[in-house]
């Protein structure tokens, strides 16, 4: 697998219509029981998570391996760190 | 470290990559990067949320977090906070009402219950999380909740009445997990 290539999810968050702070501490929690390279998909419409998750990502050892916006839900591909909290 | 000759013959995107690398080993390094400590004073609706708001995050990003209530903060932890929590228009120019209400009528009976349903309804319309659901996220990510002893027994509070998992301390308390952190926030 090259840097290049964006990993299929290995699981799915849908935090759509959540408000600050759920969808942050909901990927947190999802991520919690997960070995490290993990891939979580994050859906979320709160217009803060723009800059809450890549902040909660690179704070956490997280990596934001991608992240666009499809039909007005946010989409991030998050990967889960060696030295994760 | 950076040494200078090594340095003369960097370009600025390598300068700016090695520092970039010394602060992030530096922040690793830095165990009070990873801790933040809030004081949750207010005791109304409104003023509940931003010590629980960021004290969850805190913990769901990977920092020991406490927060001690005390004096009307305590109202977060009883039991009753349900009850407790309350908004009262009286005062409070920034509020938003569907129609314009005259400051004194803001003193009326039943403008209390009316404000906090109001509210209520307005959080859960735009699906902003419950105080239980922030209390709840709080005790699942090992927020430490500690309570004011000085101000439960000024206020006649008994340890039984508070929710589950709250600790009981004072100022020395709050202080020694303060100055080991840098984030310390008084709502």
């Known amino acids: 697998m090259t840097d290049h290539t964006i990993p299929a999810a290995d699981s799915v968050l849908d935090a759509r219509g959540q408000l600050c702070p759920m969808p942050v501490l909901n990927a947190a929690k999802a991520m919690r029981d997960k070995p490290p390279g993990h891939v979580l998909k994050l859906l979320a419409t709160d217009r803060g998570s723009l800059v809450d998750v890549p902040a909660w990502a690179a704070d956490t050892g997280n990596e934001l391996l991608e992240q666009h916006e499809e039909d007005g839900v946010y989409v991030y591909l998050l990967r889960k760190g060696e030295a994760d909290a | ?187």
């Open chain 2, 1 to 187: 470290m950076l040494d200078e000759t090594a340095t003369a013959t960097l370009g600025p995107d390598e300068v700016r990559a090695l520092v970039r690398e010394e602060v992030r080993t530096a922040l690793e390094r830095d165990r009070a990067a990873r801790r933040a400590t809030f004081i949750a004073s207010k005791g109304t609706l409104d003023w509940a949320y931003p010590p629980l708001i960021l004290a969850t995050t805190a913990a769901a990003s990977g920092m020991e977090t406490a927060v001690f209530f005390t004096f009307y903060g305590l109202n977060i932890i009883h039991r009753d906070f349900e009850r407790k929590l309350k908004i009262d228009p009286v005062g409070n120019p920034a509020m938003p009402m569907p129609v314009h209400v005259p400051d004194l009528l803001t003193a009326m009976p039943g403008m209390v219950p009316m404000a906090t349903a109001m509210m209520k309804r307005r959080f859960a319309g735009h699906n902003v999380a419950t105080i239980g659901e922030l209390l709840d996220a709080a005790r699942d990510t090992g927020v430490r909740l500690i309570a004011c002893q000085m101000t439960m027994e000024v206020f006649g509070y008994d340890e039984h009445e508070f929710v589950e998992g709250v600790e009981f301390g004072g100022a020395a308390a709050f202080l020694s997990q303060a100055r080991r952190g840098h984030v310390t926030l008084f709502v």
